[in-house]
């Protein structure tokens, strides 16, 4: 099965199954309804939109969440393409940074929870998010000749990225409308989902346009690679 379409097909199939076997555990979590929920689950739906309406804090928070979710899903996907053409690394080499980026995020969680407890989340995802995008500027330098610098990128990457996820979604957390939980995670996954399954479109569109030329393929990804981390630094501002 190496390097086969039915290689690709079996892993995904393992993944589809072990993910309809952690739904199923799930289902068997007991979780008593508090009183705040009950009352949630009664109130109009109108009522909890005016209640979103009425908290900017979290309206900003949903726009910020486009904003980065945009930035990193416009040409974010095209990394792995990149690493495959350009750089000619293996499935094996990429899934490898994969897993070192995973550990790099669980190692180093716990130690973002405590700065955060001892600093506020909002600070911790600040320096996560600028350090993490300033290092994918180094997209724009890698060629086959350095690509070795992948194996930094990805452990700080993983690092960065776990302290911005945990400061993010705790933030989401004491802000979302104690009168309207529900709905706010609704309206913030839905908005956000949208934007991200938009962007790699536009993403790809632009790709492919530049590339319909003629151009060097390594200098055109190193230009587009540009967007990325520069579009989620500007994000910060928000």
């Known amino acids: ?9 079996c892993l995904i199939l393992g993944a589809a199954v072990l993910r309809v076997w952690s739904v199923v555990f799930q289902r068997g979590i007991n979780a008593d309804q508090t009183e705040t929920s009950r009352n949630e689950s009664r109130k109009p739906w109108e009522l909890q939109l005016k209640a979103l309406l009425a908290a900017p804090a979290f309206l900003w928070l949903v726009v910020y969440g486009a904003g980065w979710g945009f930035a990193a899903c416009c040409f974010g996907p095209f990394y792995p393409l990149f690493m495959y053409k350009e750089l000619g690394l293996s499935v094996e080499h990429v899934g490898l940074l994969v897993v070192i980026a995973s550990a790099g995020g669980a190692v180093s969680s716990p130690a973002w929870g405590a700065l955060a407890d001892r600093f506020g989340n909002k600070p911790v995802m600040l320096f996560c998010m600028i350090a993490w995008q300033i290092q994918n500027y180094v997209w724009c330098t890698l060629t086959p000749a350095n690509a ?17 996820a945990l400061s993010l979604f705790n933030m989401q957390l004491k802000i979302i409308p104690p009168k309207a939980k529900t709905l706010a995670i ?16 536009i993403g790809g569109v632009v790709l492919r346009h530049l590339l319909a030329d003629g151009a060097n393929p390594v200098r055109v990804h190193h230009q587009v690679f540009l967007v990325t981390p520069t579009l989620a630094l500007l994000s910060c501002l928000l």
Not at 148 to 164: I, S
Not at 187 to 194: G, K, M, P, R, Y
């Open 1 to 9: 099965l190496a390097g086969s379409l039915a290689a690709f097909q």
């Open 148 to 164: 070795w610098l992948l194996y930094g990128m990805w452990t700080f990457g993983g690092m960065m990225g776990a302290g911005f």
């Open 186 to 201: 609704s309206v913030n996954l839905a908005v956000t989902s949208l934007v991200t399954a938009v962007a790699p479109i």
